[in-house]
T-cell receptor, first 113, second 114 residues
Framework: QKEVEQNSGPLSVPEGAIASLNCTYS??????FFWYRQYSGKSPELIMS????GDKEDGRFTAQLNKASQYVSLLIRDSQPSDSATYLC?????????????FGTGTSLTVIP | KAGVTQTPRYLIKTRGQQVTLSCSPI?????VSWYQQTPGQGLQFLFE???????NKGNFPGRFSGRQFSNSRSEMNVSTLELGDSALYLC?????????????FGPGTRLTVL
């Protein structure tokens, strides 16, 4: 079982719609959760981090965390063509050797004008 | 505050050669992690250095090695290059603190092996 799992997509939404991206993780001791956006040929860029259960909003982005279900999601409201990218979910858990980060393989999002 | 920098940005090598990539973390960050990214493979973790010590290591052959200097700058070396080593190599830095540690990525080095 992979540490972090995401649907690879592609996910297509029309401009102005809400895009919903989902992620599950396997280890209950995971403590921090992140969403990165990666444009083709570029490096991942941090969008959101979330540490406690519930919702966290930042502009058009909302991250949702449910530790009981080991589930993290990212909602993008009023999707724009510039949001078209691959979205990576990542988790961080404290191990004996220090923090360990695990990344999903990413969900490709296309926003159709 | 300057971000993570990586040099060189692009590199072309031939099979059998070796290569050294460099990463300078964000000021104050003591942890540097290296990842390999190829189409369809996602981010593959290579290793992590913290305070000049390799703290974690992924499942890559011994041809891949790294080190970290006292100023937290890190280098990654790949010896005896193979065609399959062509990839985007990403470096990420973080403070290395538990609970709220966050990784920030550099722009990457695009390595092409011919």
């Amino acid at each position: 079982q992979k540490e972090v799992e995401q649907n690879s997509g592609p996910l297509s939404v029309p401009e102005g719609a809400i895009a919903s991206l989902n992620c599950t993780y396997s280890d209950r001791v995971s403590q921090s959760f992140f969403w990165y956006r990666q444009y083709s040929g570029k490096s991942p860029e941090l969008i959101m981090s979330i540490y406690s259960n519930g919702d966290k909003e930042d502009g058009r982005f909302t991250a949702q965390l449910n530790k009981a279900s080991q589930y993290v999601s990212l909602l993008i409201r009023d999707s724009q063509p510039s949001d078209s990218a691959t979205y990576l979910c990542a988790v961080n858990r404290l191990a004996r050797s220090g923090n360990q980060f695990y990344f999903g393989t990413g969900t490709s999002l296309t926003v159709i004008p | 505050k300057a971000g993570v920098t990586q040099t060189p940005r692009y590199l072309i090598k031939t099979r059998g050669q070796q290569v050294t990539l460099s990463c300078s973390p964000i000021s104050g960050h003591r942890s540097v992690s290296w990842y390999q990214q190829t189409p369809g493979q996602g981010l593959q973790f290579l290793f992590e250095y913290f305070s000049e010590t390799q703290r974690n290591k992924g499942n890559f052959p011994g041809r891949f090695s790294g080190r970290q200097f006292s100023n937290s700058r890190s280098e990654m070396n790949v010896s005896t290059l193979e065609l399959g080593d062509s990839a985007l190599y990403l470096c990420a830095s973080s403070r290395g603190q538990p609970l709220t540690d966050t990784q920030y990525f550099g722009p990457g080095t695009r390595l092409t092996v011919l």
